[in-house]
């Protein structure tokens, strides 16, 4: 596996300007639009995708097996992680599952932090970001830069200041045309997208409560090994460390909140609070975390989110919303209205399916000229999420802090 010296990012799409970091206001961003005409950005069918995998563990090489699927010619010709054992396990496991689909040869491989770079000078067409959380900002704004359509894992940055440069890049990328799906795979699950319809066609009346509770295990970890330095384990284990995966509640409830959000018709909250978490302590190990916040809406809706990582968990996972009319099991995808049999969309739950869907709307986008972006809404819940997590820490936190100006509701292709 070669290690090249540093270059610099370059591509082929030389008429595309290099994306602004400065933040934006999220209102300024918008989907669904059409692309102008620009030379050599979209494929006629059967033409080559070359993709590129930033992030080469486990849900990014998901997300490589899902884009191959989604589109017979895409080609998995770049691979950069900070790990060579993860890109050898991520090839390994391509090879195996789409053959000739996967041309990475070893001199496409790149590992350490400046692997990004050297993935995208190759002048790849897509970029699949699926590194860990604190990269994103930076991954993102360097990916729009060499012109690459994206798919861009959850969240969107750890903190305000990286939300706000990915939305910032946002605009540069809408202003280019490219395509940018995220990792929010509900958005595109079709029963999801039925139950969504049915809500906010008012089948349980107007929305007064939600709860969403996840009581889960201690996260995965990888256990230590001969010649790893401390800094390498932290990062190998990034999910268990805030400065990389900024919280369980921001990383792992982010999925729910958005959900949630969704609801309540891509409203933001206007105001965060803490509240007692359950009379349960919190193990002590690695990963643990217990926070509880309630989010309160214009018009009076609640939201209560209580996400708690321990070792002695009780794995269990719901979100309710409660109407004035009737209430919706949302992870069941089941509406309960008093005196009525209940009901469930016509598709079954779609499971790993939903992965699949963001994947074929980000290579559908690519073929059809169309921009598919849920861009907005990944910036939106990510903060949502960090003003809950800040409101852990013991205070009231207004939407004002984390974001001047509320983004406008905005609809995905």
Known sequence: ??????I?????RTFLAAATAAPVALASLSVAAPFSALAGGFFSGGERIRVGLIGAGGRGTGAALQAAVADRAVEIVAIGDLFADRIASSVSLLRREIGSQLACPAEQRWIGPDAYRHVLATGVDVVLLAAPPHTRSQHLAAAVAAGCHVYCETPAAIDIAGT???????AQA???????VSGLCQRRNEPTVELMGRIHAGAVGDVRHLSLVADLGLPWQIPAQAGWAAEEWRQRNWISHPEYSGGQFVEQHIHSLDRALWALGDAVPLMAVARAASPRGTAGSIGSEETCVEYTF?????LLASCRR?????????????????????????IQIKGQ?????????????MYQASLDALLRGVRSGRQATDG????????AAIMGRMAAGGRPVAWTEVCPQTPRSTQTV
């Open 310 to 334: 321990s070792d002695d968990s009780r794995h269990h996972n719901s979100e309710l919303l409660v109407g004035s009319r009737g209430s919706v099991d949302l992870r069941r995808h089941l």
């Open 298 to 302: 214009a018009g009076g809706a609640t």
């Open 174 to 180: 809408e202003r280019n045309g490219l395509v940018v």
């Open 341 to 353: 049999a209940g009901w469930h969309p016509s598709g079954a739950p779609a499971g790993g399916q």
């Open 1 to 6: 596996m070669l290690r090249p010296s540093p």
């Open 8 to 12: 610099a990012v370059s591509s082929r």
């Open 164 to 170: 706000h440069a990915v939305a910032a890049t946002l």
């Open 376 to 383: 907005p809404r990944l910036v939106q819940s990510t903060l």
